[in-house]
Nanobody
Framework: QVQLVESGGGSVQTGGSLRLSCAASGYTTSKKCMGWFRQVPGKERERVARIDSDGSTTYADSVKGRFTISKDNAKNTLYLQMNSLKPEDTAMYYC????????????WGQGTQVTVSS
C-alpha cells in the first residue's frame, strides 16, 4: 500500500521559511517524478513544483526563486524548502507521485497546512 505523509507545515510570518517533507512508503522515489501542489478553499489545486526522474525541476512562476524542491532517494523522501514566504502562500500543501508523462497524479498525500501572516 502506497502512503505519502507530509510534515513540516505551520504558521510563520511574512519573510519566514519552512521546509516541508513527504515520506513515501510502499513507493520508491528513485527515478520517479514527484511534485508539490497547494490548494486554498474555493480554488483549484495548483502545482507548485515538480522534480523529474532525471532531477530536473520546474516551478510555478509565483514561487520561482523562493521555493526549492528536492528528493533524498536514500530516505524515500521529497522536500520543499520555502523561503521568503508571503501571505498568498497560505494554503494546504500536498505532495504527489506523478506520471513522468501527461496524466493525473498517481498518489496523493493527506496535506499539511501552511499559514503565513503579515
Amino acid at each position: 500500500q502506497v502512503q505519502l505523509v507530509e510534515s513540516g507545515g505551520g504558521s510563520v510570518q511574512t519573510g519566514g521559511s519552512l521546509r516541508l517533507s513527504c515520506a513515501a512508503s510502499g513507493y520508491t522515489t528513485s527515478k520517479k517524478c514527484m511534485g508539490w501542489f497547494r490548494q486554498v478553499p474555493g480554488k483549484e489545486r495548483e502545482r507548485v513544483a515538480r522534480i523529474d526522474s532525471d532531477g530536473s525541476t520546474t516551478y510555478a512562476d509565483s514561487v520561482k526563486g523562493r521555493f526549492t524542491i528536492s528528493k533524498d532517494n536514500a530516505k524515500n523522501t521529497l522536500y520543499l524548502q520555502m523561503n521568503s514566504l508571503k501571505p498568498e502562500d497560505t494554503a494546504m500543501y500536498y505532495c504527489a507521485a506523478l506520471w513522468c508523462g501527461p496524466g493525473t497524479p498517481l498518489y496523493w498525500g493527506q496535506g499539511t497546512q501552511v499559514t503565513v501572516s503579515s
